[in-house]
């Protein structure tokens, strides 16, 4: 749970310090407010649990994927599914043959899950949107098929959360050292008289 929060508090701190003074850093930050404020709140049904901050995720990047085109959100809906059997099939194999792991679990599915995101999209933007959508179905679909076993549905769990944080830590930390290469590059380009790299557009 102490990485849920620090991971939380840490991107909030970033985007409301960091980030340059637009509206979407605003939005940003009240978002993240808003998941701190759900993490531990959940609505029960008997059996069945839903935490506030996954159907909060789910919620958000559904508004999200709302704002592309047709064409993108079928791309965006294929990565994402395949995200989340990625991420359903390695809970089972954790499930079913647990001497196949030799570190913990959780850091090779969000690294996993990371890699695929990475290899498909180069906008950080919808990497972050298909590392929510993604691991919040593939944790839909986990709670579904141990359902039989354990007589327990908990969508949101511990797990999910920790997991959603791994992965979203790797994606800024890669995209940080992009931008320190890409730094360095044009620092050098000026030193040598090249054109320096193409300037992307990031919100901070």
């Not at 939005?27 to 959940?42: E, G, M, N, P, R």
């Not at 098929?145 to 354990?150: N, W």
Request: glycine content about 4%.
């Amino acid at each position: 749970m102490l990485e849920v929060y620090g991971g939380l508090w840490f991107f909030w701190l970033v985007i409301t310090f960091f980030w340059r003074k637009t509206k979407l850093r605003v939005q940003a930050a009240a978002i993240v407010l808003i998941l701190i404020s759900l993490t531990d709140i959940f609505i029960t049904f008997g059996v069945y649990s839903i935490n506030m901050f996954w159907l909060a995720v789910v919620a958000l990047s559904a508004c999200w994927l709302s704002n592309h085109t047709w064409k993108k959100r079928l791309y965006i809906i294929v990565y994402t599914l395949t995200a989340a059997m990625l991420y359903t099939s390695l809970h089972l194999m954790k499930w079913y043959q647990p001497v196949v792991f030799f570190i913990d679990k959780t850091w090779i599915i969000a690294l996993a899950v990371t890699l695929l995101i990475s290899y498909g999209f180069s906008s950080w933007e919808n990497k972050v949107l298909v590392a929510g959508l993604g691991l919040s179905w593939g944790e839909w679909l986990t709670q579904l098929t141990l359902f039989r076993f354990q007589q327990e549905f908990l969508a949101g769990s511990e797990s999910y959360k920790t997991i959603l944080m791994l992965s979203l830590f790797v994606l800024a930390a890669a995209w940080l050292l992009y931008k320190l290469i890409r730094m360095l590059y044009r620092k050098v380009s000026i030193s040598s008289a090249h054109p320096p790299l193409a300037e992307k557009k990031f919100p901070f």
